[in-house]
């Protein structure tokens, strides 16, 4: 087991599956104890139980990331579970195709509540804890789609975007409490999510990509596991793109 996170308690929204999934496993092999949050109860068990037989130490906790209370009771559990909390993924998210006049008010609000208004909701219930433990890192996952138009994705890209801005103010406010806070923008990675998509338009999209493929949850992974060490510890309001030099064009 390597050690670049060694001794400190990472919390892990839409840790059961994916891309969470996958950056839990990282921190956990990299030396952090984890607690994975999510709505998908008997994936997250598993997740966090592969963790533990991997030798990782893991908790799964119930976590609708809309809901200030189970936020307050995920960042309890790393508390009391592991003593303290040190780092937050804002991993959690849907995704939404509909272009600007045909998505309803109902999939707006959905798709808002759940990228944009869950990150903050995050955020200000971790902020305190982190503070407790003398500083530490967040990492708010935003897109490429925060970043650029597509001509679709209106909810989608509107709530990347207030991610990445909410990112910026939230880094500022903080860091003269040791509070680093930075956004990670992926292109087309596989994951889940994506796995829905209309496949004439997934492959359309990878076609623009100047490394002719998607990406893996892992290729993020690493980038997180970055900004959650302390090899990151002069980084904060920063946008990382990971995106196979699409927004490079």
Do not use: C
């Not at 003269?176 to 956004?183: A, L, T």
């Not at 893996?216 to 992974?221: F, G, H, S």
């Amino acid at each position: 087991m390597a050690e670049r996170l060694k001794g400190k308690v990472a919390l892990i929204s839409g840790g059961a599956r994916g891309q969470g999934a996958v950056e839990g496993k990282l921190f956990a092999r990299e030396g952090a104890k984890v607690v994975l949050g999510d709505v998908l109860e008997e994936e997250g068990r598993r997740t966090a139980e592969e963790i533990r037989a991997a030798g990782g130490e893991a908790v799964f906790v119930t976590l609708d990331v809309t809901k200030a209370d189970d936020w307050q009771r995920a960042v309890d559990t790393a508390v009391s579970t592991y003593g303290k909390l040190d780092i937050l993924v804002n991993n959690a998210g849907i995704l939404q195709m509909e272009g600007l006049e045909d998505i309803t008010p109902e999939t707006w609000d959905r798709v808002m509540a759940v990228n944009a208004t869950g990150v903050w909701l995050g955020m200000k219930a971790a902020v305190p804890a982190l503070r407790r433990a003398g500083g530490g890192s967040i990492i708010n996952i935003s897109s490429i789609s925060g970043l650029i138009g597509t001509g679709m994705q209106t909810a989608y890209q509107a709530s990347k975007g207030a991610v990445r801005i909410m990112t910026k103010t939230a880094a500022m406010q903080y860091a003269k409490e040791g509070i680093r806070v930075n956004s990670v923008h992926p292109g087309p990675i596989d994951t889940p999510m994506t796995t829905g998509l209309d496949r004439e338009v997934w492959q359309m999209f990878l076609r623009s990509v100047p490394l002719k493929r998607a990406g893996t949850p892992e290729d993020v992974a690493y980038g997180v596991l970055y900004l959650a060490s302390d090899e990151s510890s002069f980084v904060t309001g920063a946008e990382l793109v990971i995106d196979g030099g699409y927004t490079a064009q």
